[in-house]
């Protein structure tokens, strides 16, 4: 409990961080929580087309552009999150 309080009052504390510093923070935590939904996303839809594909080998085409065009979505998801993580830590 002792380390909680010390750790707290560290962070709490902005006489020791800098801008620079809380920049650094604040673009690593963006990245970091902007990149676990479209990873979640991305596993989620590909498990369910293949499990689709499993059961139903003949709708390969219409399941692969749907998953395709998915991915293209999740991802562009996590490409806006880096690109406010740049955002944050150089301007």
Same mark, same amino acid.
């Given at each position: 409990?002792?380390?909680?309080?010390?750790?707290?009052?560290?962070?709490? #504390?902005?006489?020791?961080? $800098? #801008? #620079?510093?809380?920049? $650094?923070?604040? =673009?690593?935590?963006?990245?970091?929580?902007?990149?676990?939904? /479209? =990873?979640?996303?991305?596993?989620?839809? &590909? $498990?369910? =087309?293949?499990? $689709?594909?499993?059961? %139903? /080998?003949?709708?390969?085409?219409? +399941?692969?552009? %749907?998953? +395709?065009?998915?991915? =293209?979505?999740?991802?562009?998801?996590?490409?806006?999150?880096?690109?406010?993580? +740049?955002?944050?830590?150089? &301007?």
């Amino acid at each position: 409990m002792h380390f909680l309080t010390a750790l707290m009052s560290i962070l709490l #504390d902005t006489t020791h961080i $800098s #801008d #620079d510093g809380m920049k $650094s923070i604040g =673009a690593g935590f963006a990245i970091g929580m902007g990149a676990i939904g /479209p =990873a979640l996303g991305i596993g989620l839809l &590909v $498990s369910k =087309a293949m499990e $689709s594909l499993g059961r %139903n /080998p003949e709708a390969r085409g219409a +399941i692969q552009t %749907n998953m +395709i065009l998915g991915l =293209a979505f999740a991802e562009a998801i996590g490409i806006y999150a880096l690109l406010v993580a +740049i955002i944050i830590k150089f &301007v």
